[in-house]
């Protein structure tokens, strides 16, 4: 079945510093991959996304590339911010160029400090 | 555009209750899924419903069910409540074929 290994926590940064969240994935096919941010006591948000090989997703200085080869979907920031401080989820959907029946990694707790 | 509207935000149930949480979706979105969120078991898929129908299930005991109705609202009920049902409850919509899922804020259940 599809599976996401996602770095362990937590990640403390200073503000500024450059930011690496490793994800790598198991599944059949042609998933799907996302990034989801999780802030205390809400919900998940679509960080960003990438539907076939060697997509870049980005948003609000974040990235991420899926790489086949590897079959990974590392996140990076090149200067991190007290705001972004949050859990990171990686993800997968199986179903090519949708978000059903999404699988998840564990979550990785980010806290930055000024 | 209103997001992800979830119902009751909190609630406290006792062992042997049954619950019911709702989910509005986006407006124009088909695709309503459900995950259950726990310290221990992470993010797990537990089903997701479309046009009323069921398409997934994932790996819950019949005590979990869910329903969708025309209006692309669903619910979902646990009956015969247990401790280890206390979790975070998650609804996510999506257009029919989108590539996009939009969380809601969750329900938080806690069983006593």
């Known amino acids: 079945g599809n599976s996401v290994t996602q770095m362990e926590g937590p990640v403390t940064l200073s503000e500024e510093a450059f930011l690496t969240i490793n994800c790598t994935y198991t599944a059949t096919g042609y998933p799907s991959l996302f990034w989801y941010v999780q802030y205390p006591g809400e919900g998940l948000q679509l960080l960003l996304k990438a539907t076939k090989a060697d997509d870049k997703g980005s948003n609000k200085g974040f990235e991420a590339t899926y790489r086949k080869e590897t079959t990974s979907f590392h996140l990076e920031k090149g200067s991190v911010q007290v705001s972004d401080s949050a859990v990171y989820f990686c993800?997968?959907?199986?179903?090519?160029?949708?978000?059903?029946?999404?699988?998840f990694g564990s979550g990785t707790q980010l806290t930055v400090l000024p | 555009k209103a997001g992800v509207t979830q119902t009751p935000r909190y609630l406290i149930k006792t062992r042997g209750q049954q619950v019911t949480l709702s989910c509005s979706p986006i407006s124009g979105h088909r695709s309503v899924s459900w995950y259950q969120q726990t310290p221990g078991q992470g993010l797990q898929f537990l089903f997701e419903?479309?046009?009323?129908?069921?398409?997934n299930k994932g790996n819950f005991p019949g005590r979990f069910s869910g329903r969708q109705f025309s209006n692309s609202r669903s619910e979902m009920n646990v009956s015969t409540l247990e401790l280890g049902d206390s979790a975070l409850y998650l609804c996510?919509?999506?257009?029919?074929?989108?590539?996009?899922?939009?969380f809601g804020q969750g329900t938080r259940l806690t069983v006593v």
């Open positions: 996510a919509s999506s257009l029919a074929g989108g590539a996009e899922a939009f």
């Open positions: 419903y479309f046009s009323e129908t069921q398409r």
């Open positions: 993800a997968l959907s199986g179903d090519p160029g949708s978000a059903r029946q999404l699988t």
